[in-house]
């Protein structure tokens, strides 16, 4: 059995943006889309400089470990954009999302970061095989919101992780077993998130070439909208004999979409790379003859799985295909001028689209202030304002309200790790409650920490000085401290003088008229005298409870 990939690639600036920031590569190996982010601080750039750095990928490189081939590869893309930014600050604040597959004939590497897409058509069922890096599917995940809330709440587009030149890079990495008939899909968000997973199931499902498949997709989600750069790759993997003549006529015809056809990687090592590849070779950076989707060609009448025709809506002979740039229109129709009113429309559009994502915006910060938690600030607990993540670097949560009498280092292990990790509180109400509780426990393990501090301070190991006897004022000065920590932690017993005295401890009311005095007694010299018999516990007139609270307190 001899598998091999049958790609097609295309993209499409959408009817809202001014420019394609998305870019696509599919080769013989190696297929990815990056969505570019930034705007101004050039979107379009990180996507094309992120992609000319990984493409060398698409290079047969024979017992190498997929993982650590794509590892490898991000990493130094996401170092690339941050030289790229040293050199350049205007650049600050671009970047891209990166969904990439590496093929060895057998398996299928993925690595993923952000909320561009993978998807897994296989027996007539669609499954996404990645998962959304932003904001909204952490909530999803947290079950805070559904997932039909996630499709129009105001931030979800709003990315956890990003290839954007800060730090370490943490992609998703995995392997995948393929079979024949498997059909992949990867595109950004600009077709996922106007078109449903049901349509996007039935389209992948009816049209058998992938070109075909392609442009259908795309023209969907045109008719959704437009809103967003559309890119997306179709790959089908397909068992093909020794004798198949047309096996030979696809593995070395790369294709090149998007920004990074139209702008190519800037860095001369990037740029190399691709031209060193069958990218540069045979596909001149997209700009070839095969246009925007290929390889594609054989699926005709001499090919034995023909019977499929062409996409509905477009002609015989598949010449509605756009070029290597993906900015033509889809329409059947004639292409017409651009008219001032048309452009006074999408100026509109434009418009209310920003103020839209402005609006979402700041209804989404607020939101997240309404939130509360408890938490470490330093080496005390503390209630914060906000929510526990970070974004573009930005904390999104701040001190509300400061303990530093509750110091962590007087909690129990278990609620010190509770409280370094978080706890949820669902309003400013409960987390004061939970504080509280934290508090009491603080302060009955100080004071229990304070006991075992004096007792051990008033005598040696064992409850003896140095010569071996035991000293009736280190013996009176423990008792004293131990009835003073009952008395502090539990409730005082009747009596005359309003103080229980502590259990296990003799005591004697001296007379009024006689002074009490005792003198020791000889004690005769013994080598092999035995030792006073230990104390049950260090902590004397605590009921089991109290002695079980009191053993999960810090013993240092």
């Known amino acids: 059995m001899t598998l091999v990939l049958r790609f097609a690639a295309g993209s499409h600036k959408g009817l809202i943006r001014e420019g394609n920031e998305d870019s696509g590569y599919a080769g ?75 093929w060895t004939g057998q398996r299928m590497g993925l690595v993923h970061v952000g909320d561009s897409r993978a998807y897994l058509l296989r027996d007539g069922s669609l499954v996404q095989i990645t998962q959304d890096h932003t904001w909204v599917q952490r909530l999803v995940d947290e079950g805070r919101i559904t997932p039909e809330e996630a499709e129009t709440h105001p931030q979800r587009s709003l990315l956890m992780r990003a290839l954007d030149g800060r730090g370490q890079v943490e992609p998703d990495l995995s392997i995948r077993e393929v079979r024949a008939g498997d059909r992949y899909l990867i595109c950004s968000d600009g077709l996922s998130g106007p078109v449903s997973h049901q349509t996007l199931q039935d389209t992948l499902g009816s049209y058998y070439s992938p070109e075909q498949t392609v442009q259908e997709l795309i023209q969907l989600a045109l008719r959704g909208g437009g809103p967003d750069n559309i890119t997306c790759i179709v790959a089908d993997v397909l068992d093909v004999g020794a004798t198949d003549t047309l096996s030979g006529r696809f593995n070395d015809v790369p294709v090149v979409v998007g920004a990074v056809a139209e702008t190519p990687p800037s860095s001369t090592a990037a740029d190399q790379s691709i031209r060193d590849t069958p990218a540069g070779r045979a596909a001149g950076l997209g700009r070839g003859p095969q246009g925007a989707f290929g390889p594609a060609e054989g699926y005709g009448a001499g090919h034995p799985d023909a019977g499929f025709g062409p996409a509905g809506g477009y002609p015989e002979g598949g010449s509605a295909e756009p070029s290597v740039h993906g900015t033509e229109d889809y329409d059947d129709a004639p292409r017409r001028p651009k008219r001032k009113n048309r452009a006074l429309a999408f100026s509109l559009v434009g418009l209310v689209t920003v103020g839209l994502l402005g609006a979402g915006g700041f209804f989404g910060y607020q939101w997240t202030q309404s939130q ?164 049950q516990s260090d902590l004397p007139g605590l009921s089991d409870e109290e002695r079980q609270r009191a053993d999960s307190c810090p013993k240092s």
Do not use: W
């Open 28 to 102: 013989p190996r190696l297929l990815a889309v990056a969505d570019g982010m930034g705007g101004a601080a050039a979107g379009e750039v990180a996507s094309s400089e992120v992609l000319g750095s990984i493409v060398r990928l698409d290079e047969d490189v024979p017992g190498a470990d997929l993982l650590t081939l794509l590892g490898d590869a991000v990493q130094g893309a996401n170092d690339r954009l941050r030289q790229m930014v040293e050199e350049d600050p205007q650049l600050e604040g671009m970047g891209c999302t990166l969904t990439a597959m590496l």
């Open 372 to 535: 509360y938690y408890v938490g470490a600030e330093g080496d005390h607990v503390a209630v914060f304002q906000g929510v526990n993540q970070s974004l573009a670097g930005l904390s999104l949560s701040s001190v509300h309200t400061p303990y530093k009498d509750i110091e962590l280092k007087y909690l129990p292990q278990d609620q010190r790790t509770h409280v370094t990790n978080t706890i949820s509180a669902s309003s400013l109400g409960d987390a004061d409650d939970k504080v509280k509780k934290l508090g009491e426990q603080a302060a009955f393990c100080r004071k229990v920490s304070d006991v075992r501090a004096t007792a051990g301070s008033l005598s040696t190991p064992g409850g003896t000085p140095a010569t071996g006897q035991p000293t009736q004022q280190a013996a009176a000065g423990t008792v004293a401290t131990h009835a003073g920590f009952v008395t502090a932690t539990t409730a005082p017993s009747p009596s005359a003088s309003g103080r229980a005295p502590a259990a296990g401890v003799p005591t004697t009311t001296p007379s009024p008229s006689t002074p009490s005095t005792t003198a020791p007694a000889p004690v005769a010299p013994s080598q092999g005298a035995a030792a006073p018999a230990a104390p």
